[in-house]
């Protein structure tokens, strides 16, 4: 197999960002397959080359892969950047984070490679017209999830499926009292994100501060890597001693994080709007969490979206695509094929096999 990722860049339609995507694709892949359209989409916080033995695993399965950074992450830029410090601080707050905004993005960045492929003729050594230009199919994680959901609610049509792990939804206790058995949003996710610390000597000192924590637990080495060195940091402009920073500042995750309370009737819009009798949606869940807020938004999802399939990955929590990251891209493969097992509890273990068991 030889992976070609080709780099391109997007400017938002609000003019403030410049999109750092990625296009992934086996060029010499044989001439009687064709290529599957996927669109993945990161989660709030981390850069899409984190997400590097996904889109490979994918590739090998015959999938042509479009990924990105998305706005305030990763080598995507704010044009011009968001100040900091000194007395224009306060002009960040008119950066545009509103969880409908990153939906919009992929639009864009979707226009875009389809923009691309008219001009390529449509056609690259192993794909076809119909299947470069067409079909794309979505994998979103997270914030991802609902960016992918909402994309489709708005323009039906525009993909063939989606799997979302775990889509992020701010939701009333009381519009949903089935919340009432998991844990309640209590903030402490924008807490956390303003608490990281946003500088390290270097990029070594990153990684292995990152090792030996929660992150270092949860992703796999592959994943981990690809957050420290692809995208995640950034030499810190100023540093003459080799400095690095999040690229994702921890005040524009806690901000996106916040931004979900803009959107407390964005499900009932989602479920009133996809047709999953033309665009089949898995709403996954990390089993290993089960107390968490993000696993019970998720089964509430698979709830609410009629005919939405429910996959739960018994012993990955919320960072799963980034654990395990072949048993992930197994489960992207049976949903662009709408091949569906009759387990829906998929056990995924860390040496990356996946196990199938009867939900009882």
């Known amino acids: ?123 690259r050594r192993g794909g076809d017209d119909a299947g470069m230009s067409s079909k794309w199919h979505a994998v979103g994680h997270s914030l991802g999830g609902f960016a992918s959901l909402w994309l489709e609610a708005t323009e039906p049509g525009t993909f063939a499926s989606i799997l979302a792990y775990e889509p992020i939804f701010a939701l ?16 402490s996710l924008q807490r956390n994100a303003r608490k990281r610390k946003r500088t390290f000597t270097s990029f070594e000192h990153a990684y292995e501060s990152y090792r030996k924590g929660i992150l270092g637990q949860v992703m796999d080495e592959r994943s981990l890597r690809g957050y420290v060195f692809d995208g995640g940091f950034r030499k810190e402009e100023g540093s003459s001693s080799g400095g690095v920073a999040l690229t994702c500042d921890p005040e524009i995750e806690a901000r996106i994080y916040e931004n979900g309370e803009e959107d407390l009737n964005a499900l009932r819009f989602i479920e009133e709007r996809i047709d999953t009798s033309k665009c089949p949606v898995t709403i996954a869940t990390g089993g290993a969490t089960k107390k968490t807020y993000a696993y019970g938004v998720g089964k509430v999802v698979a709830e609410r979206i009629r005919g ?53």
């Not at 609000?14 to 694709?25: E, K, T």
């Not at 968001?82 to 990153?102: A, Q």
């Not at 009381?174 to 009432?180: E, K, L, S, V």
Request: aromatic share 8%; glycine share 8%.
């Open 308 to 360: 939405a399939r429910a996959l739960e990955f018994g012993l990955l929590g919320h960072f799963g695509p980034l654990t395990a990251p072949e048993v992930f891209a197994d489960a992207v493969e049976q949903n662009v094929s709408h091949i569906y097992p009759s387990n829906d509890i998929v056990d995924g273990t860390n040496d990356h096999r996946a196990l199938g068991r009867s939900r009882l």
């Open 172 to 187: 009333e206790r009381r519009a949903y009292p089935r919340m009432r058995a998991y844990a309640e949003p209590d903030g």
């Open 1 to 123: 197999m030889t992976t070609t990722m080709r780099p391109f860049s997007v400017r938002t339609a609000d003019g403030a960002c410049i999109l750092q995507c990625y296009d992934f694709v086996d060029e010499n892949i044989n001439n009687k397959y064709k290529y599957k359209n996927v669109l993945l989409l990161h989660c709030n916080g981390i850069n899409c080359l984190a997400y590097r033995a996904v889109v490979e695993a994918l590739v090998k399965r015959n999938a042509r892969v479009v990924t990105y950074d998305q706005r305030g992450h990763g080598r995507s830029r704010f044009a011009p950047p968001p100040p900091r410090g000194g007395e224009e601080e306060g002009e960040e707050e008119d950066v545009d984070l509103s969880w409908k905004t990153f939906a919009r993005d992929a639009k864009l960045v979707l226009e875009a490679v389809r923009e691309k492929d008219e001009r390529e003729g449509g056609r």
